[in-house]
T-cell receptor
Framework: EPEVTQTPSHQVTQMGQEVILRCVPI?????FYWYRQILGQKVEFLVS????????KSEIFDDQFSVERPDGSNFTLKIRSTKLEDSAMYFC?????????????FGDGTRLSIL | GQQVMQIPQYQHVQEGEDFTTYCNSS?????IQWYKQRPGGHPVFLIQ???SGEVKKQKRLTFQFGEAKKNSSLHITATQTTDVGTYFC??????????WGAGTKLIIKP
């Protein structure tokens, strides 16, 4: 069964550094998402992406965050200048289109640790 | 902004007991999805409810969507150790955005 893949599985970065988290969504999917989950807490929506542009973003997704789909397969999340509070698990998800809303398929996540 | 409230935050049960988690929205939802996240894992889609008053079953799991499409529940009958994890509801609002509940963590007492 096709999967969403995320790399790396764990990223350790110094505060203030830039990080790029990578995702390869399922190939025929059209909608892409980034979520974060601080350890033991709820899943928080960051951003959704459709037709090569951001369709929705949350308050968390400020100017320090950006997303790209550079080559038609990868979907990346960039954090420009990381803060300690950015430490969390970051999940990428994708889904197909269609008349009825379709379930989102999640990757295994990237654990981001900011030192 | 719109919220989906999910309760309880935790539920401890003996193996074999039942488990229920509830989600409530302040506004009408177009549909609601349920996900399960095992410890250390990622959310996995369980089911989607679309119709008012809809009830769906998956083996020991029963999902309900309220008549007003503002609340939903997940009930597990006779829990097993494999049921351990956090169960999230996620409701789609009028802006087509998916609003996630905070999750209910199911803990099986030894």
């Amino acid at each position: 069964e096709p999967e969403v893949t995320q790399t790396p599985s764990h990223q350790v970065t110094q505060m203030g550094q830039e990080v790029i988290l990578r995702c390869v969504p399922i190939s025929n999917h059209l909608y892409f998402y980034w979520y974060r989950q601080i350890l033991g807490q709820k899943v928080e929506f960051l951003v959704s992406f459709y037709n090569n542009e951001i369709s929705e973003k949350s308050e968390i997704f400020d100017d320090q965050f950006s997303v790209e789909r550079p080559d038609g397969s990868n979907f990346t999340l960039k954090i420009r200048s990381t803060k300690l509070e950015d430490s969390a698990m970051y999940f990428c998800a994708s889904r197909t289109g269609g008349m009825l809303p379709q379930p989102q398929h999640f990757g295994d996540g990237t654990r981001l640790s900011i030192l | 902004g719109q919220q989906v409230m999910q309760i309880p935050q935790y539920q401890h049960v003996q193996e074999g007991e039942d488990f229920t988690t509830y989600c409530n929205s302040s506004t009408t939802l177009s549909n609601i999805q349920w996900y399960k996240q095992r410890p250390g894992g990622h959310p996995v889609f369980l089911i989607q409810l679309v119709k008012s008053g809809e009830v769906k079953k998956q083996k020991r799991l029963t999902f309900q969507f309220g008549e007003a499409k503002k609340n939903s529940s997940l009930h597990i009958t006779a829990t097993q150790t494999t049921d351990v994890g956090t169960y999230f509801c996620a409701g789609r609002d009028s802006n087509y955005q998916l609003i996630w509940g905070a999750g209910t963590k199911l803990i099986i007492k030894p």
